[in-house]
């Protein structure tokens, strides 16, 4: 059996900056992008948070930025449990980018490509897998495997509508 294709959608605090490490070290996984989401922590510190760890570990990976805000209402940050930045410690401001591309369309455009071999990781709220399925409702069928981390507590922007 080859390597396992995935995209991880993250929303990274200390937990998914965990998960991200143990992905980035496991030789049977291929990363094919992070795609990032509000969530633990604002869209914007989202990115901050994988970028700088990213030129922490001196590696370099495309990080399509996502959804800023849930489908309805509004993110209960987590920064009594995660710290302001999201990962307890400020890192470095980072030097590397975001790629232009939305994550919604990344993450079609990999699915298209690959049908039936990407496993997503979603380890935060659900919101651009949502948007994936309103904006390309074809989408679904390519997915190999879904994989949704559980939540501590229901957030309610991570459930799924029953329409989707």
């Not at 948070?49 to 370099?60: A, R």
């Not at 380890?123 to 994989?147: E, H, K, V």
């Amino acid at each position: 059996m080859g390597t396992l294709k995935c995209i991880i959608d993250t929303d990274p605090g200390i937990d998914d900056a965990l998960a991200i490490l143990m992905a980035l070290n496991c030789t049977s996984i291929e990363v094919l992008g992070f795609t990032t989401t509000g969530g633990n922590i604002s869209l914007e510190m989202a990115n901050k948070n994988i970028l700088s760890l990213f030129d922490y570990l001196g590696c370099q990976h495309s990080v399509y930025g996502g959804s800023e805000f849930p489908v309805t209402g509004s993110f209960p940050y987590a920064t009594n449990f995660h710290g302001e930045s999201g990962l307890s410690k400020d890192l470095p401001s980072p030097t590397s980018n975001i790629s232009s591309v939305d994550a919604v369309d990344f993450i079609n455009e990999a699915l298209c490509s690959h049908p039936g071999d990407v496993i997503v990781i979603c380890l935060g709220p659900l919101t651009n897998l949502y948007r994936l399925f309103q904006q390309y409702p074809d989408s679904m069928a390519n997915i190999c495997l879904l994989y949704t981390s559980p939540s501590p507590r229901d957030r309610g922007c991570s459930r799924m509508p029953s329409s989707a």
